[in-house]
């Protein structure tokens, strides 16, 4: 029998996680993407990588935290590198009130005091009196994830190919995955862009193991671990469509947190600076449409690590509801 | 109540930021009865037109739009965003903050007369947010506004009336310029003992954006402020140091010779 055929638009998190389910579930998938490489032009290259659903839950809807803590399990299963050491959330002395706050407003966590930061994080001892730590919560390295992921497709026979330009309503297949992210505006009007900005730094004089969260009245900074003396610092958001490089203001912003983190940083090398936009529902919430053979899966907004698993999963639900040829290989999904 | 001749039913003006989205935005301002609301473009701008798709989401709300210049730190600055905003927006209405200091966002009093000045003779129609100073609030008037926006306590610190005599002297000062606590409210009842003293209005952002249910908190403040408007308008009674008994004494029984 002719085995069911699908394209997938689109190789950042939301279009390798949709290719990955597909394939998993017998359905011949070929993606495109007309970056010229992986993380080209895609937002997911700038992401934080954190598995936080409990740390989200103080600012998101509760469907986040229960669709995203199922996908810590997903990225251990699919990718090696994804470290399940917890995360951290400080706050300067004077924005204690905020941590107490957050503490209110979150699940799953303890509170953790000088002796115990310390044991965590040998090199965050001494700065704060109290933290609070999930220990469920989880992180990786974006674009190592994102490699992964493209090289166990190909392992299933499943071709990734750049440099492709193609519009959903030409793509081959019986059905097509539009997962362009912000590009599929003209497909989606109710989407808009939050920018992001981030900075990658080195610094060989602190050692974290796993993110930690500063409380900031303004924005949800995080410093995510990356190995090799290597640190992610995000991430700003900002109600603007503009993509041109990082502000001064925002890196200005982001940097003082690390250094406010650990003096240390004020020695470490800035190595990358970055700035896109998060594709973005109203309601801040990843959706599925279904549009005749076309299945629009968008609006991740900053959580394409945390939810992209659960869109992949009902993107193959509404495909494999869709029709009836497919010759299912329930025995390959985990 | 009306600002600049526009007449409002609602006593309460909500900000637009740090709402977990848009959508919950707009059910808060449904469940809140609010007609105005104020929203940054400094912070949300960059380049001309970079913040269309939020600034076209809130056109959408069908409330009528007071731009802000939140995190303006000079005159100029504040100047320009209120020119960028004017086209944008449609509207002469300016919700003016001049920044002073980083940490407290106390507005910069003197900047603050000197933007006002200028916008009110280009045609603006200003609200300036400014501290609970008299003198400050009289060179304000005398600059053109026709609306004074103090402060109730640093901005997002949920501290409430921080200087309520402050605030008292300004209402008896200004008996007839429209008055709007701006900033520093954290619970309902701050609302409500602002609306008591005679404040003709409240703006909030926070306490409500960041509340764990941020549409039965604007609720819960419009509550509040009706309920302090009316307590108004009835007339309270002023405290006093002795009892005051609500039965007379005179003519009672007494015990004994």
Redesign the interface.
């Known amino acids: 029998m002719k085995r069911y055929s699908v394209t997938v638009i689109g190789a950042g998190v939301a279009g390798l996680c949709c290719a990955l389910e597909l394939s998993l579930r017998g359905v011949d998938v070929d993606v495109v993407d007309r970056g010229r490489a992986l993380g080209d032009g895609s937002c997911s290259w700038q992401a934080g990588g954190m598995l936080a659903p409990w740390c989200e839950r103080a600012?998101?809807?509760a469907v986040v935290a229960e669709r995203g803590a199922p996908s810590i399990d997903w990225w251990a299963r699919h990718f090696p590198g994804t470290i399940r050491k917890g995360s951290l959330v400080v706050a300067q002395p004077r924005d204690a009130a905020d941590l107490t706050r957050f503490a209110?407003?979150t699940e799953r966590f303890e509170w953790a005091h000088a002796d115990r930061i310390a044991a965590l994080e040998p090199d965050l001892a001494g700065r704060f009196r109290r933290a609070l730590f999930f220990p469920d919560e989880a992180h990786l390295d974006p674009r190592l994830a994102l490699a992964a992921l493209v090289e166990r497709l190909a392992d299933r026979g499943v071709a990734v190919r750049f440099g492709v330009e193609m519009s959903p309503e030409e793509a081959p297949g019986d059905m097509v995955v539009d997962c362009r992210g912000f590009a599929a505006r003209d497909a989606l009007p109710d989407l808009?862009?939050v920018?992001g900005e981030m900075v990658v730094v080195r610094c060989r004089d602190v050692a974290l193991a796993r993110p930690i969260r500063m409380l900031h009245?303004r924005i949800p900074l995080y410093i995510v671990p990356r190995g090799d003396g290597r640190f992610m610092i995000g991430a700003t958001m900002?109600?603007?469509?503009?993509r041109?490089p990082a502000?001064v203001r925002s890196t200005v912003e982001l940097l003082n947190a690390a250094y406010a983190l650990h003096p240390s940083f004020g020695e470490a090398e800035i190595v990358e600076l970055g700035a896109d936009l998060r594709p973005t529902f109203?309601?801040?919430?990843p959706r599925v449409e279904r549009h005749g053979r076309i299945v629009r899966a968008n609006g991740l907004y900053r959580h394409g690590f945390l939810l992209a698993p659960a869109l992949a999963r009902e993107v193959a639900g509404t495909i494999l509801d869709s029709t009836d040829v497919l010759e299912r290989t329930d025995a390959d999904i985990p | 109540m009306s600002f600049y001749g526009v007449e409002l039913t609602s006593r309460l003006l909500l900000g637009t930021a740090r709402y977990p989205s848009p959508a919950v935005l707009a059910e808060a301002i449904e469940a809140s009865k609010t007609e105005v609301v104020t929203v940054s473009l400094r912070r949300e701008s960059g380049s001309e037109g970079a913040g269309q798709s939020f600034w076209s989401l809130v056109r959408a709300l069908g409330v009528r739009v007071l731009p802000n210049t939140a995190g303006c730190y000079s005159v100029k600055e504040a100047v320009t965003t209120a020119h960028m905003a004017r086209e944008l927006f449609d509207t002469t209405w300016i919700k003016l903050e001049v920044i002073g200091e980083p940490d407290t966002l106390q507005p910069d009093v003197f900047g603050l007369v000197e933007a006002a000045r200028i916008l009110s003779e280009d045609g603006f129609e200003v609200f300036p947010y400014t501290t609970e100073d008299l003198v400050v609030a009289d060179r304000l008037v005398e600059a053109g506004c026709r609306v004074l926006m103090p402060w109730g306590a640093p901005i997002g610190s949920a501290r409430g009336l921080n200087n309520v005599y402050g605030l008292k002297s300004l209402r008896a000062h200004f008996p007839n310029i429209p008055l709007v606590v701006d900033a520093g409210l954290g619970v309902p009842s701050h609302a409500a003992a602002a609306m008591e003293m005679g404040y003709d209005a409240v703006l909030l952002n926070t306490a409500i954006a960041e509340a764990g249910d941020p549409v039965a908190m604007a609720r819960a403040f419009a509550l509040a402020i009706e309920a302090g408007r009316t307590a108004y308008l009835a007339q309270p009674l002023e405290p006093r140091d002795m009892a005051a008994p609500s039965t007379p004494v005179i003519g009672k029984a007494a015990l004994g010779d």
Do not use: Y
Request: charged letters at 35%.
């Open positions: 600012t998101t809807d209110q407003r808009r862009g920018r009245p900002v109600e603007s469509e503009q041109g502000t109203s309601d801040n919430l």
